[in-house]
């Protein structure tokens, strides 16, 4: 009978067991822990010792100052073409009148293929906030060589300058001349009537906004002479150029969202001293003198009319393409000083259209002069005056690139002899332009 409650108390032990298994199976058995203890309350933060009471109150972390800033650019620009004409060789890739022929067949057959990457460039800008403000420098180059590198691919100097708050100086554009007038041209050189020149010197800006400013600089003289028809005289062996004094330049521009009117002046003295020992004495002096007025005149939709009209005497050397800034003059019976010479007068004028049709295509179409009133004793083949023109197509697939056809026309006219010689280019362009900016904290 014992047994037999056993068993049945057995039974009914696994069949509870079975089904509590099977219930935990089919659900989450969930286990309420016991209740936490009660938090301590906070205690309260000791009174300060009399070394906690001296020591100085924590200094809230610096805020980072902007720091240098640095942009590098440039661009990769190929220009090929074809000329009608013929030119000096060492210019085979520019549109010069004053480096178009003299006289009959003086650089070889007319037609020519040509091919350059000389305007490629390369440039560093970089800004450094200082407490007498930013300090501005820029170090920039291209690969056209000029001088004893003509007709070269090889490094050329651009710019080497630097700015601190109203003052600079370093080799930049001079005041005299307007860069904002250089028209939207894939042909290198640029209008031959248009002060451009690049000139090392000191030059303080004392009034500067969005617009508007004023500039006085002292520039590096320089300057040439044409010996004309005394160029094979004896007498002439001897003379050097000297320049005593620095060149002064000045620039005053008033703008706003219109465009602007900028006139510059230019003055400087040139000196020549005969070192000779003979009986005559060629030494003398001239001074040069220049007035630049220029403007840029926005009309809506991105196109600007570019304007310059400029005059003076002696400062050929600031022009985009003129020729010697003394010329001879003959001096009959003065056995002592039989030849001096003379500041040459010269006009340069210019007229560019800068011509936005699409954000994809644009246009410049333009003209300029420069005429020079030869001195009475330079050859008559002496360079008179040049004319220049150029029409444009350009196509701008995204902001950084552009390619397209322009056509130029130059022609030189000769001093007396009634030389005139035309020269008509096609050329097609392609620029690929790079920028991009190094941020640093101070």
């Given at each position: 009978?014992?047994?037999?409650?056993?068993?049945?108390?057995?039974?009914?032990?696994?069949?509870?067991?079975?089904s509590l298994s099977s219930a935990a199976s089919a659900q989450e058995v969930t286990v309420t822990p016991p209740p936490a203890a009660p938090a301590e309350a906070p205690k309260p933060a000791a009174a300060p010792t009399k070394a906690t009471e001296n020591e100085p109150p924590a200094e809230p972390p610096k805020e980072e100052k902007p720091g240098m800033e640095l942009e590098i650019y440039g661009f990769a620009m190929t220009d090929a073409g074809y000329d009608f004409g013929q030119n000096d060789p060492n210019w085979f890739d520019t549109m010069r009148p004053t480096?178009?022929?003299?006289?009959?067949?003086?650089?070889?057959?007319?037609?020519?293929?040509?091919?350059?990457?000389?305007?490629?460039?390369?440039?560093?800008?970089?800004?450094?906030?200082?407490?007498?403000?930013?300090?501005?420098?820029?170090?920039?180059?291209?690969?056209?060589?000029?001088?004893?590198?003509a007709g070269q691919t090889t490094i050329r100097l651009r710019h080497a300058v630097g700015e601190l708050g109203q003052f600079g100086a370093g080799q930049t554009w001079s005041p005299f001349m307007d860069i904002d007038v250089f028209p939207n041209s894939v042909e290198y050189w640029g209008p031959s009537g248009m002060a451009f020149f690049r000139n090392v010197q000191f030059f303080w800006r004392p009034y500067a906004t969005e617009?508007?400013?004023?500039?006085?600089?002292?520039?590096?003289p320089g300057g040439s002479?044409?010996?004309?028809?005394?160029?094979?005289?004896?007498?002439?062996?001897?003379?050097?150029?000297?320049?005593?004094?620095?060149?002064?330049?000045?620039e005053a521009r008033l703008g706003g969202k219109w465009g602007y009117v900028e006139i510059a002046g230019l003055v400087r003295q040139m000196k020549w001293k005969d070192l000779g020992t003979g009986p005559t004495d060629i030494s003398g002096s001239a001074t040069g003198w220049g007035v630049n007025v220029?403007?840029?005149?926005?009309?809506?939709?991105?196109?600007?009319?570019?304007?310059?009209?400029l005059y003076g005497r002696g400062i050929e050397n600031y022009m985009n393409d003129a020729p010697q800034d003394i010329g001879p003059v003959a001096q009959p019976g003065n056995a002592r000083t039989p030849v001096t010479g003379k500041a040459l007068p010269v006009l340069g004028l210019v007229a560019f259209f800068d011509l936005t049709w699409t954000k994809y295509l644009t246009s410049t179409v333009g003209y300029s002069l420069v005429k020079i009133e030869n001195s009475q004793a330079q050859t008559p083949n002496a360079f008179k005056r040049g004319q220049y023109a150029l029409v444009n197509l350009l196509v701008h697939p995204i902001e950084e690139v552009f390619i397209g056809p322009e056509f130029q026309w130059g022609r030189r006219e000769n001093n007396s002899d009634g030389w005139k010689y035309d020269d008509y280019r096609v050329q097609i362009s392609s620029k690929f332009s790079f920028s991009g900016k190094i941020m640093g904290k101070k």
């Open positions: 009978m014992v047994n037999s409650l056993r068993a049945c108390s057995c039974g009914a032990f696994s069949l509870c067991f079975l480096k178009l022929p003299s006289f009959d067949n003086e650089f070889g057959p007319s037609g020519k293929t040509f091919f350059s990457v000389r305007q490629s460039r390369l440039g560093v800008k970089g800004k450094l906030p200082t407490p007498l403000g930013d300090l501005k420098t820029t170090f920039e180059f291209e690969m056209f060589g000029v001088g004893a590198d617009f508007s400013r004023v500039t006085i600089a002292l520039e590096r002479a044409d010996a004309g028809a005394y160029k094979d005289r004896v007498e002439l062996a001897n003379v050097v150029p000297h320049f005593p004094l620095p060149d002064l330049s000045a220029s403007s840029n005149i926005n009309f809506p939709g991105k196109n600007i009319l570019k304007l310059q009209a």
